[in-house]
């Protein structure tokens, strides 16, 4: 799973993954490659939830 092409080219502010357990240290990686997202997981029996949200919003921004 290349996770970083996601956080790369993402028109949106957030990103959710459901990944296997195995992967999710892989996308736990990801951590340290992209220091202008927030991650945060959610672990479970079968799979790990990852949450990605951009620190600074680009995109889902309010209109005023």
Not at 9 to 29: M, N, P, Y
Request: glycine share 4%; no cysteine.
């Amino acid at each position: 799973m290349e996770v970083g092409w996601y956080l790369r080219f993402a028109r949106t502010d957030r990103i959710e993954a459901l990944v296997s357990i195995k992967a999710g240290a892989q996308v736990r990686h990801e951590v340290h490659t992209f220091p202008d997202w927030h991650f945060e997981f959610e672990e479970h029996d079968d799979h790990v939830r990852a949450i990605m949200t951009r620190k600074q919003p680009v995109y889902d921004k309010e209109s005023v």
